[in-house]
């Protein structure tokens, strides 16, 4: 069994920096794939970022290209997402999720299918006033 807890979320001011961190227990993650997801009030949950499990191979949802990054400190089975220049439509629960088979090649498409993933998260919240 994995479990996966986010933090630091919080609320912030429109341009500013968050990084959130995804730390599992149970397992180590080093193997898999993670991925990124988020869900504003109202809107269904959407792909935001993922990486290998190699961390060689990065994704992101064009609404956060060139503002996003994911990363992974397997020592610490951590993925982190750095956010920077935050918008008010960024406002959501962010969650992380891992893919479900270890050391497996993952398109980017397959990322973004929820799915793929076995683990989530319970979510921590980012808002972004304006």
């Known amino acids: 069994q994995v479990q996966l807890v986010e933090s630091g979320g919080g609320l912030v001011q429109a341009g500013d920096s968050l990084r959130l961190s995804c730390t599992a227990s149970g397992r180590s993650i080093s193997s898999y794939g993670m991925g990124w997801f988020r869900q504003a009030p109202g809107k269904e949950r959407e792909f935001v970022a993922g990486?290998?499990?190699?961390?060689?191979?990065?994704y992101y949802a064009d609404s956060v290209k060139g503002r996003f990054t994911i990363s992974r400190d397997n020592a610490k089975n951590t993925v982190y997402l750095q956010m920077n220049s935050l918008k008010p439509e960024d406002t959501a629960v962010y969650y992380c999720a891992r893919l479900k088979e270890s050391r497996r090649y993952y398109s980017s498409s397959n990322f973004h299918t929820e799915a793929l993933y076995d683990y989530w998260g319970q979510g921590t919240q980012v808002t972004v006033s304006s």
């Open positions: 990486i290998s499990w190699s961390g060689v191979s990065t």
